[in-house]
T-cell receptor, first 115, second 111 residues
Framework: DAGVIQSPRHEVTEMGQEVTLRCKPI?????LFWYRQTMMRGLELLIY????????DSGMPEDRFSAKMPNASFSTLKIQPSEPRDSAVYFC?????????????FGPGTRLTVL | KNQVEQSPQSLIILEGKNCTLQ??????????LRWYKQDTGRGPVSLTI?????NTKSNGRYTATLDADTKQSSLHITASQLSDSASYIC??????????FGQGTILTVHP
């Protein structure tokens, strides 16, 4: 299995532009998670899906952020408009089930820089 | 407020030496505690997970302990190797599913 796939690996954009991050979870996994990691705040859970349905989006910082999971093999995290403070590494992770005891497998991350 | 505090923030040791990383938490009600290893430029990888009834769990040279009474956990690394250089993150799950992350300990192993 290729593991969790994220694209792009690096993204540099200007303030105000729309940014879309993509994730393909491990085949057969039913839960998908989006995280953000910065030096200041560490790792933060933004949102997670179970069976393509958003379960908890309380970590989404504001309305500029949105996430979708149109099918079991694809999810997007969109930032519109982007701001410099959104610069971070965004990780996608998937697990077989929703239980917190299930191991989450992380992708390589997307490093976003907003100028 | 749920919090996870890790110490030390960073640690430098020589190859072959042992070390212990600490994690204190105030998450309630407690469900489980997980240690992750994150290599530079990569996503975190789960090392161990412990529930309330478990107080020790090993994964190769990594041994995690949990004291649910004092709300403390430690990760002990035996006979360190250069490849152990990474950030180690403690994550505590509440029973209702909320995850609380520690800031991590950056471990550097020198030859």
């Amino acid at each position: 299995d290729a593991g969790v796939i994220q694209s792009p690996r690096h993204e540099v954009t200007e303030m105000g532009q729309e940014v879309t991050l993509r994730c393909k979870p491990i085949s057969g996994h039913n839960s998908l998670f989006w995280y953000r990691q910065t030096m200041m705040r560490g790792l933060e859970l933004l949102i997670y899906f179970n069976n393509n349905v958003p379960i908890d989006d309380s970590g989404m910082p504001e309305d500029r952020f949105s996430a979708k999971m149109p099918n079991a093999s694809f999810s997007t995290l969109k930032i519109q408009p982007s701001e410099p403070r959104d610069s971070a590494v965004y990780f996608c992770a998937s697990s077989f089930a929703q239980a917190s005891t299930d191991t989450q497998y992380f992708g390589p991350g997307t490093r976003l820089t907003v100028l | 407020k749920n919090q996870v505090e890790q110490s030390p923030q960073s640690l430098i040791i020589l190859e072959g030496k042992n070390c212990t990383l600490q994690c204190n938490y105030t998450v309630s009600p407690f469900s489980n505690l997980r240690w992750y290893k994150q290599d530079t430029g990569r996503g975190p990888v789960s090392l161990t997970i412990m529930t309330f009834s478990e107080n020790t769990k090993s994964n190769g040279r990594y041994t995690a302990t949990l004291d649910a009474d004092t709300k403390q956990s430690s990760l002990h690394i035996t006979a360190s190797q250069l490849s152990d250089s990474a950030s180690y993150i403690c994550v505590v799950s509440a029973s209702y599913g909320k995850l609380t992350f520690g800031q991590g300990t950056i471990l550097t192993v020198h030859p």
